[in-house]
């Protein structure tokens, strides 16, 4: 049986990494919070920002509510650009007050498309943080797409090139993978884990990739340094 590109490189990728286990969190609200405080930072930092709005008891939406913009600000410091990203998770507040009567719940459960849209409609949330929710959150079957997923597919010239965009690319996992949102979450931290091993946008580590056979870019790289080291 042949077995489309994208749903080979998944198993190449489980086979050598393993189970990740994403998304770490503690509660569907912890997971919609860490959706929008990863952006444009890194995970740790991400970390440190959860873990002070424990501390102080605002991870969990009444209190995050009833907390000052200057406290719930200073909580999520660490995570960069705490002002835009206070005022987003209160946007994500006022959409759950307002749609769903106050209830995480009852927004979670709400379909897919139309939740979708909603959280579109919250300043400051793309695409990426939107599908992060539906997946991760409401177990929604989306898979949701990275620089770390536009950056490895590119260079395995797996998807044409003119698939690239957000939505193309989403299109093309969910059209060569099984619809499971268990799946395409493990996926999504196999190509994160990838990305930081070995697929980094400068300096790749090429030859340590496990899938440089299965990559255009990669093999090119890695012949050219095995020319250079025996010259």
Not at 61 to 74: K, N, R, T
Not at 143 to 154: E, G, H, K, L, W
Not at 170 to 175: G, L, P, S, T
């Amino acid at each position: 049986m042949i077995q489309h590109p994208l749903a080979a490189l998944y198993t190449r990728l489980y086979d050598h990494y393993g189970p990740q286990h994403w998304w770490p969190a503690d509660t569907p609200f912890e997971i919609v919070v860490g959706a929008v405080l990863t952006q444009a930072t890194a995970w740790r930092n991400v970390e440190r920002a959860i873990a002070r709005l424990k501390e102080r008891g605002l991870l969990e939406p009444s209190a995050m509510q009833q907390a000052s913009v200057a406290d719930l600000e200073d909580a999520i410091r660490p995570a960069g650009y705490f002002r835009a990203k206070a005022r987003t998770l209160r946007g994500v507040l006022k959409l759950i007050e307002d749609r769903y009567g106050g209830s995480l719940d009852r927004m979670l459960q709400a379909p897919g498309p139309m939740l979708r849209e909603q959280l579109l409609g919250v300043r400051g949330i793309g695409p990426e943080t939107a599908d992060a929710i539906l997946l991760y959150a409401a177990g929604h079957p989306v898979f949701v797409v990275d620089a770390y997923t536009v950056r490895i597919v590119s260079r395995a010239g797996l998807v044409p090139a003119g698939e690239l965009s957000y939505e193309r690319l989403q299109d093309a996992f969910q059209r060569q993978l099984p619809r499971d949102p268990g799946l395409y979450g493990e996926y999504h931290a196999l190509l994160v884990a990838l990305g930081k091993d070995c697929c980094r946008k400068q300096n790749p580590r090429c030859r340590a990739c496990p899938a440089v056979d299965m990559c255009a870019f990669g093999r090119q790289t890695a012949a050219a340094l095995s020319l250079a080291a025996r010259n």
